[in-house]
């Protein structure tokens, strides 16, 4: 496997200094799953709360991008409210992703999305609908998920 | 059928000439040519006229110029106007292409854009400012790691654009060839480089990667100059490698069926691609289809087995054998045999007595109105799919004919030279059920007028003269070569009745001069009036 290499560089990289509020877990089985604990930024509704994101590198990576799924439930309009979790941004998509970019860029990207969701890139349309005109609401919900889910 | 016999053999010498010259009537109509106005070309056409002579000489009002084009001729196409940009811009041969395709190959807004603002254009098309011109190559650099793979051994080979983003070669290969064969992006590949939005040109990518991915790269360069083009189509048909050229607009298609035939022998709509559907505009077809998609494997069954109820019209089946009826939407109680109220009946409905009580008489006119809708729809729905599944076994019974006639060459004294008047007459009726098939559809949206006469003629007229065709294929094979000349004509007679029904029909149809769309209906349903034909939906 050509990625190899790289998959090792990058692992040894995250393990020894990861990005802000991310714990990671070095897979032992499969090289291709990471377990990411990540911690909802103190500044957002997710303060708090601790995400378990689960990151799945694809056989042709870094050609193509890993797809990333919150296994702890959370309300946001970018992350799908099923049992998926997606989030599909920015570099993430396969038109946007650069074999070059590294999954602690990756990690970086999903803490600013926590601390500022972008509500026209949305895949819950109907959260980003109430993210924009009623963003108390939004921030009610979101904390009583962090509570209920992300404990 | 031997009414018309008198007829067909006065025609068929004449009838003849005819098919020939349809053969090569469409006309040149070169690349830059390609906004010559459609109504230009057919205003100056003089008034129909049923003689022979002159429908000989004059393009049918149902026919469209087009041109049918070659994967060379595409590319020399292609070739021709990047040089021609290149000089004007005096830029490299590479960079003129992508500039193009950058524009979708519009010459003039390219020039225009990139005279305003070089710089603006050159970045915009990844190109970023640099227009230095020495040959891409693959270089060995001391101290080089793949910023993909990690590999940081002496002598990797790598490659960078001007950009200067430098990966070595196998990831640069990996990268193009996922980008090629998975992701089907040819035009638009950007460079690998974080956030470099630089386009890989071609002679990088010659230079990179193997033979077999550089044709499909060319074969996706060549699909999006054509995709890029409105005067432009693929043909659809399946391994079919033609384009053609058409210069009807999207805005002609309420006035024109642009039919095109590729050189595949498909003959295809220039507007929507889909199969020849004259005599019926795009915009009907549609509608049709997916009227037929939604309604008529239910409508049927719906029809036989179910009734609406009187007051919220749902469509209710009966399920047990009482007659007394509650909606399970709008909880109205009414009577199953006479659609009355049930309240009405008292304690004697079987007999029905109320039979002339007015909310029966009311419910059951307004249940014969939504029927007869029904009903209309599908009257022309079965004649469509009728004409369309005969078209099938018309075609099924020459295959089985020729087969035969092959086996009783010698019997039947013919060669195989003469037995292509059948093929000739199966052609024919494909063509020609075709063309009947739409007109059902066509008819389904065509509200009745003083119009609408001429064009029911029309059809009739044709499918008497496809049905008398559509016959003799089922007579014994040993009686046709006796039947050869009787076969001919009416072949020919099916082809006349053909043009004469689509040239009257695309008369009226760019002649329509839609007195806008101001008299809308109960239901929002748009009754467009015009000079001769109306129709009960909008055409687009």
Redesign the interface.
Known sequence: MSSNKRLMKELGEITASPPEGCTITPPTEDMFIWDVTMEGPTDSVYAGGKYHIQIVLPKEYPFKPPVLSFKTKIYHPNVSNDERGAMCLGMLKAEEWKPPNKISEVLKLVRAVLAAPQPDDAVETGIAEQFKNDRKSFDKVAKEWVGKYAK | MDSDDDFNSQVSSEDMDLDLNDADSSVDFGANDSDVDFDDEFQDEGAFDTQDKDMKQQKKAFEVDFKVYSPEDIQAQQDKQVAEVATLLEQPHEQTAILLRFARWNKERLIEQYMDNQEEVLEKAGLGQDIARDPPRIETVDGFVC?????DEPGLQSFAMKCGHR?CI??YR??LG?KIRE?GEAARI?C?????NKIVDSKSLDLLVTSDLTDRYHELLMRTYVDDKDNLKWCPAPECVFAVECGVKKRDLSRIVPTVHCDCKHDFCFGCTLADHQPCPCSLVKKWLKKCEDDSETANWISANTKECPKCNSTIEKNGGCNHMTCRKCRNEFCWMCMGVWSEHGTSWYNCNRFEEKSGTDARDAQAKSRQSLERYLHYYNRYANHEQSARLDRDIYFKTEKKMTLLQNQSGLSWIEVQFLENASQALQQCRQTLKWTYAFAYYLARNNQTEIFEDNQKDLEMAVENLSEMFEKPVESLAGLKVEMMDKTSYCNRRRIILLDDTAKNLKDRKSRTESESGDEGMLTMTTENWEFNVELS
């Open positions: 910023d993909i793979c990690c590999e990966f196998n990831c990996q990268y996922q992701e950007k690998p480089g974080d956030g470099c």
